[in-house]
């Protein structure tokens, strides 16, 4: 449907704009976050990369084949002990020689599409040949290198849908070729993420679509003392505020969506569009579900899945207070984390 890598123009994409873009975040989202998460970390996190910072003959070989969905991709930033504070990851590159290839060592974790991946953005602190200070570049780690493998992540009670794993890199020799050169430092991690959290600030309210619009039919159609449960006072107040809720985040979304499509969207604003869709899309799950009684922890109506889905949306992408400390950062000048 051309949904993966829309925003970029060229190269099979559908050079989507920002708002075009979004409101496929929505209606995927509506649907479930797991498949969102997909179409996001291709499009932002694999392929916007690629797109931004790598050679001509790199976004050449992949761009096309990721666009058809022939080629799947994963972002390896997470590490096992470094979460919020990426600067600490322990994964590391070492050039073998002035023009030689780089041997990667490390472990990435919560790394979504990883297992079903065909090329991984992998993160790293890397020392050059000659070099003694490390710095932060992207790599394109391909399936069947030698040492590379992604195990899956079992267990999860969140983002059935979305795939789960990990990267685990054992001496894995990665061609000079595949280095982005188009940046340094943690400017590259985190600009992808920038634009990854856009499209989350979006499909979140997708996601309070979906469960307003279930719950709204549902208390049409439960007679309780002789009416339809919609017809009581509390249960129209709940309404109300989902309904008033949903319509404040889809304005927000729309005018950052009118602010990157001028180039003036900043990384504090999408900040508070992730952050304030996704409190608001949990608040509103939670709200829906208790509307439908014991009715709503049932799958058949879907909400429930909503709630445990973006309990994890919650978290991912910079977590709620990470993202609250960085607006407090820049209302205030003053950092309350390194």
């Known amino acids: 449907m051309g949904f993966l890598g829309a925003p970029i123009h060229g190269y099979g994409c559908a050079g989507m704009g920002p708002v075009a873009y979004g409101l496929t975040m929505i209606e995927l989202e509506r649907q479930d976050s797991g498949i969102r998460s997909f179409c996001s970390v291709q499009s932002a996190l694999a392929m916007w990369p690629i797109s931004a910072f790598g050679t001509e003959e790199q976004k050449q070989r992949w761009l096309p084949r990721m666009a058809a969905g022939e080629v799947i991709g994963c972002f390896g930033l997470t590490e096992p002990n470094s979460g919020s504070d990426p600067g600490s990851m322990r994964t590391h590159a070492v050039q073998d020689g002035p023009d030689g290839d780089y041997i990667l060592n490390g472990q990435k974790f919560w790394i979504t ?165 996704v409190r608001m899309a949990l608040t509103a799950a939670r709200t829906a579900r208790s509307m439908l009684g014991g009715n709503g922890i049932m799958g058949e109506f879907h909400i429930m899945r909503h709630v445990c889905n973006l309990e994890t949306v919650f978290t991912y992408e910079g977590t709620h207070e990470i993202h609250t400390l960085a607006i407090g950062r820049a209302i205030t000048g003053l950092s309350a984390f390194s």
């Open 113 to 277: 599409n990883s297992p079903i991946a065909d090329v991984c953005v992998v993160w790293a602190k890397t020392i050059d040949h000659g070099s003694d200070a490390p710095v932060i570049r992207g790599f394109l780690v391909e399936r069947g290198m030698k040492g590379f493998d992604t195990p899956e992540t079992k267990g999860k009670l969140s983002l059935r849908a979305s795939i789960t794993g990990e990267i685990v890199l054992n001496d894995v020799r990665v061609p000079k070729a595949n280095l982005l050169p188009g940046v340094k430092g943690l400017k590259g991690p985190l600009s992808c993420l920038t634009q990854a959290r856009y499209g989350i600030g979006w499909g979140a309210v997708g996601a309070a679509m979906g469960v307003y619009e279930r719950a709204r039919r549902y208390t049409l159609d439960r007679v309780q003392f002789g009416r339809p449960i919609a017809g009581f006072q509390l249960t129209q107040q709940k309404l109300v505020e989902l309904h008033n809720e949903i319509a404040k985040g889809l304005l927000l979304a729309h005018h950052c969506g009118r602010l990157k499509e001028h180039g003036k969207l900043t990384p504090v604003q999408v900040s508070m569009l992730k952050r304030d869709n």
